[in-house]
């Protein structure tokens, strides 16, 4: 299972940090990402992490000002959102897939445990 927390209303311009904690079966070994689904549209990639941490990759609308992170030993991952943006807003939800491999899979059908989401809203 996995639980995000931390969103927020925030103004342009600030910043968020968003956590994402696995129980269960979901643990060291999975390949984790951050989706979001901005109002009316569909479910797209943010960014993604491999099981240790060495590779991630990032959606190009993110690029510079989100950085993602896991400390395996919490079983947690983070995002960390700067300089957001109006387009930032959204449902942002966690995912993870076993994976032991460094290759970020951006296609949400591959993997197979969500969160249940967090709201970011973003004012302009």
């Known amino acids: 299972q996995l639980a995000e927390s931390g969103g927020d209303l925030v103004q342009a311009g600030g910043s968020l940090r968003l956590s994402c904690t696995a129980s269960?079966?979901?643990?060291?070994?999975?390949?984790m990402a951050w989706f979001r689904r901005p109002p009316g549209k569909e479910r797209e990639f943010v960014v993604g992490?491999?099981?240790?941490?060495?590779?991630?990759g990032y959606a190009e609308a993110v690029k510079g000002r989100f950085t993602v992170s896991r400390d395996n030993a919490k079983n947690t991952m983070y995002l960390e959102m700067n300089n957001l943006k109006p387009d930032d807003a959204g449902v942002y939800y966690c995912?993870?897939?076993?994976?032991?491999?460094?290759?970020?899979?951006?296609?949400?059908?591959?993997?197979?445990?969500w969160g249940q989401g967090t709201q970011v809203t973003v004012s302009s």
């Open positions: 269960g079966r979901t643990g060291p070994a999975y390949a």
């Open positions: 992490i491999s099981w240790d941490g060495s590779s991630t």
């Open positions: 995912a993870a897939r076993y994976s032991k491999g460094s290759l970020i899979i951006t296609r949400n059908s591959n993997y197979s445990t």
